[in-house]
């Protein structure tokens, strides 16, 4: 299912502009990317998601938030999540990564309304929902084309969500969360095939593409920085040493 997309978005230049933008990433920098790509030929799409092509890598996003609260908890709900090298495992894995947030953020944030904004704001930037609308909108950004089809791949699943949340030695706390969302490329042409052949196997994508959304946000001057990146697991790419690698 395709993720909903809100009507307007901030653009990615200018960390907390709230001048609204209809596109993800700058098409300065998409458009050449999506030119080297319009033969839909997988050697591109692998050139392009190649490991030593710097280009996305590190690629920024716009901070602003636009998930509410309650959507942000129903997402939790379906997460692994690792909270400062802990993981959250078993039914109740949800409600006990909560209270750990609000028991960090109230130990170093005094003012209640002011700890309740920061829990807020952590759980909303946790959500599902966010880093996977900006990741799949990103992708048809840099490689929609009529003929191919973006969709979330759930095989393997995607790493745990990890949360960094403290203070610096400056005393200022910051939080770092690391989203993993993973998609492939498939031919139209491949699945009409399939359709009319009457089979009914799962068709495979021809392109594998994992993007990982780091957000790094500052409490004590209230400011936010979110970059992505772009890389394709085949043949010796993965998510998880991407997340080592990168930050």
């Known amino acids: 299912m395709r993720p909903h997309r809100p009507p307007l978005r901030s653009p990615p230049r200018g960390s907390n502009n709230d001048e609204p933008s209809s596109t993800v990433l700058d ?5 050449p990317i999506r030119r080297q790509v319009q033969s839909c030929r997988k050697a591109d799409f692998r050139e392009v998601l190649s490991g030593s092509n710097p280009v996305l890598r590190r690629i920024a996003l716009s901070p602003r938030c636009e998930v509410n609260t309650a959507q942000a908890f129903r997402d939790a709900v379906r997460e692994d999540i690792v909270l400062n090298g802990v993981q959250f495992v078993g039914d109740h894995r949800t409600e ?73 030695r400056k005393g200022s706390l910051k939080c770092r969360i690391c989203a993993a969302n993973l998609f492939g490329l498939y031919r139209h042409d491949d699945i009409e095939r399939e359709v009319m052949l009457g089979r009914t196997a799962v068709v495979p994508p021809f392109v594998l593409v994992d993007t990982v959304i780091v957000e790094e946000i500052d409490f004590a001057t209230d400011m936010a920085k979110r970059y992505l990146s772009v890389r394709s697991p085949e043949p010796d790419v993965d998510v998880n040493s991407e997340l080592r690698e990168l930050f």
């Open 27 to 31: 098409p300065a920098f998409a458009d």
């Open 96 to 168: 006990a990564f909560v209270a750990a947030v609000k028991r960090i953020v109230e130990k170093f944030v005094t003012k209640p309304r002011k700890a309740l904004h920061v829990s807020d704001r952590v759980m909303r930037s946790c959500s599902r929902t966010h880093s996977g609308a900006d990741a799949y909108f990103a992708l048809q950004e840099l490689f929609g084309h009529p003929d191919l089809l973006i969709k979330p791949r759930s095989d393997p699943p995607p790493p745990p969500l990890e949360v960094t949340l403290g203070v610096d």
